[in-house]
């Protein structure tokens, strides 16, 4: 059984960076390596948005609020995913979560459970 585990949120000042990591536990390296996946986040009274995705190639896709500022990324081997975010305000706080898009065989979508990233000064 998968199951996707968050770490890394926090208080964090303006300005200040992130880096989030996503762990699948239970899920085989096999498995992790033909996923897509990706960060959500979601703010109080806001629907939850994409942040990032990375595919099974390495390829990136960016919301508009992290280009240039945000760094998504994979290790096949360590079975991991990392969100590196700099230079964040306070609009960046909220619940984020990793997602990971396995094939349908294989129980397809995965969440966690979130990990509260807060922007405070």
Not at 57 to 63: L, M, N, S, V, W
Not at 99 to 117: E, L, R
Request: aromatic fraction near 10%; proline fraction near 3%.
């Amino acid at each position: 059984q998968v199951h996707v585990v968050e770490s890394g949120g926090g208080l964090v000042q303006p300005g200040g960076s992130l880096r989030l990591s996503c762990i699948p536990s239970g899920m085989t390296r096999r498995l992790f390596g033909i996923s897509n996946m990706g960060w959500y986040r979601q703010a109080p009274g806001k629907q939850r948005e994409l942040v990032a995705l990375i595919d099974t190639e390495g390829g990136t896709t960016y919301a508009d609020f992290v280009k240039g500022r945000g760094t998504i990324s994979r290790d096949n081997v360590k079975n991991t995913m990392i969100l590196q975010m700099n230079n964040l305000d306070f609009e960046d706080t909220a619940v984020y979560y990793c997602n990971i898009d396995a094939p349908s065989w294989a129980g397809g979508t995965y969440w966690g459970q979130g990990t509260q990233v807060t922007v405070w000064s």
